[in-house]
């Protein structure tokens, strides 16, 4: 790892093991800030790495490419959280005036981050995007202004894998569904919804707490593979807690092709380890795998081929670094979104929120970006911060990721009012008066 002219992430890994920000690069005037709340350290680092160095060489080569934004440049640093909430709320600090411009958006990849940064962000009017994480009911912008939980939540993964499994089974009445997920902020979320679909649809929920890492499953999965013989597992896990799960159930001899995991728990360093074993596992996914794209040869262009990638050429184009790579995506277009608004020039937190607050990515945008058929459409709103986005369904093959079902639509006409019911609940017990969009059109 280098550190770069304009975008830095440290001196190497063993720097950002041991310190809690990276060395600050040389800004210019006239750049835009982005800042990254990443973790290249500790028991989630395999699983951080790869996302953090999407991110960043998405960052680095639109400004090798295009000279940054419309003509302003873009100036990235990050600051290694190593996946704890007090380090990530300290990372927030030290970087928010670190940059050469107010900070255009937050990414803190951590639902307990996230929580944790939720009124810090609304006193200093920034923007934050909790990326297919957070808290799902921060999809409600009247309530919650300044954060954003685009393509997708938890909420509407966890509706989206009992679409799945209903329509692989036919009916889920009788049906007994097992849930392992960790014992976080980021485990908890989709339990509720869980529990709700289980009474409308008539399965059976077990859950299952793993404690954090994750390395210690043994008994959970004694009960599962030997006891319980669930129809369907379903995993909300993250890092070494999805690789030692894997492994563990196919030593009890669960069977992949009815173990399905979140959003995070579907990327190469989940299924390697157990090899051949994790053939046929499954999991929802909302970006497309593999590198041929025209954006990511661009990247091999214009970053490692100049000897600026941030990682191994190798990991380009698999899951976790595709992730990262979608997040700068969101970012940037909503930098150049507001620039068509406020000038083409580096904007207020204030101003970047704006533009995410009317980004509308298109197919055909997708395909001017070069990443046609990389994702859905995209379309946030006052009042809508999640964009309705959807998933498909994902299986290994012992390989590579291939996609085995058509993009799942989750039901919005029932998520939207749980959205809004518990956004109010956060309201009123916070005291915050819901925003009227319609004055603000």
């Given at each position: ?11 190497g890994?063993?720097?950002?093991a ?10 210019a ?9 990443q973790?290249?350290s500790?028991?989630?680092?395999p699983?951080g790495?790869?996302?953090a ?17 419309n003509?302003?440049r ?13 380090r990530g709320?300290?990372?927030?600090e030290r970087?928010?005036d670190?940059?050469p411009?107010?900070?255009a958006a937050?990414n ?13 962000v ?16 921060a999809?409600d912008?009247r309530?919650f202004?300044?954060v954003?939980?685009?393509?997708a939540?938890?909420?509407a993964?966890?509706?989206?894998i009992?679409?799945?499994i ?5 009916t ?8 392992v997920y ?6 908890r979320?989709p339990i509720?919804t ?18 954090h890492p ?8 004694r ?11 379903v995993?909300?896990?993250w890092?070494?807690?999805n690789?030692t799960a ?12 009815r173990?399905i995991?979140i ?8 299924v390697?380890?157990?090899g051949s ?7 929802l ?5 593999g ?14 081929d100049e000897?600026?990638?941030?990682g191994?050429?190798e ?10 790579l979608?997040?700068?995506v ?12 406020f ?5 207020t ?8 607050e009317?980004l ?5 945008r ?8 990389f994702a ?18 994902q ?19 029932e998520?939207r009012?749980a ?5 109010a609940?956060y309201a ?9 969009c319609d004055?603000?059109?």
């Amino acid at each position: 790892m280098k550190t770069k002219a304009l975008l830095t992430a440290a001196a190497g890994a063993a720097v950002l093991a041991t310190s809690l920000w990276s060395p600050e690069p040389a800004a210019a005037e006239g750049e835009q800030f982005v800042p990254g709340l990443q973790y290249r350290s500790g028991p989630y680092a395999p699983s951080g790495i790869p996302f953090a160095n999407g991110f960043a060489d998405y960052l680095t080569m639109l400004n090798a490419r295009d000279g940054g934004i419309n003509g302003v440049r873009i100036h990235y640093d990050e600051c290694d959280t190593a996946y704890n909430n007090d380090r990530g709320v300290e990372c927030y600090e030290r970087l928010k005036d670190a940059g050469p411009s107010e900070p255009a958006a937050w990414n803190p990849l951590s639902t307990g981050i996230t929580y944790a940064l939720i009124e810090r962000v609304a006193q200093d009017e920034a923007p934050l995007i909790s990326m297919g994480y957070g808290r799902a009911d921060a999809s409600d912008g009247r309530v919650f202004p300044w954060v954003f939980t685009l393509p997708a939540t938890y909420w509407a993964g966890a509706d989206a894998i009992i679409q799945y499994i209903e329509e692989q089974e036919g009916t889920l009445e009788g049906k007994d569904i097992a849930l392992v997920y960790h014992d976080s902020a980021y485990g908890r979320e989709p339990i509720a919804t869980l529990e709700r679909l289980a009474e409308q649809e008539g399965y059976n929920l077990h859950t299952f707490a793993v404690a954090h890492p994750g390395l210690e499953q043994q008994a959970t999965w004694r009960q599962i593979g030997r006891q319980l013989r669930p129809d369907w597992t379903v995993m909300w896990g993250w890092g070494v807690m999805n690789s030692t799960a894997i492994q563990t159930a196919a030593s009890v001899g669960y069977p992949m092709d009815r173990f399905i995991g979140i959003w995070w728990s579907g990327s190469e360093p989940d299924v390697r380890p157990a090899g051949s074993d994790a053939r046929g596992y499954k999991s929802l996914g909302f970006h497309a795998p593999g590198a041929d794209f025209p954006a990511i040869q661009d990247i091999v262009t214009h970053v490692y081929d100049e000897g600026e990638g941030f990682g191994e050429r190798e990991a380009i184009g698999e899951v976790l670094y595709n992730r990262g790579l979608m997040n700068a995506v969101f970012v940037s277009e909503a930098i150049r979104t507001a620039q068509a608004r406020f000038g083409e020039r580096p904007l207020t937190g204030e101003e970047t929120r704006w533009g995410i607050e009317n980004l509308h990515i298109t197919d055909e945008r997708w395909d001017e970006l070069g990443l046609g058929g990389f994702a859905r459409e995209i379309r946030i709103t006052c009042e809508d911060h999640e964009g309705g986005g959807s998933a498909f369904v994902q299986q290994w093959d012992g390989e590579s990721w291939e996609i085995v079902s058509d993009w799942i639509q989750p039901r919005n006409d029932e998520l939207r009012p749980a959205y809004e019911a518990s956004a109010a609940q956060y309201a009123e017990q916070n005291g915050i008066e819901l925003r009227d969009c319609d004055a603000e059109e």
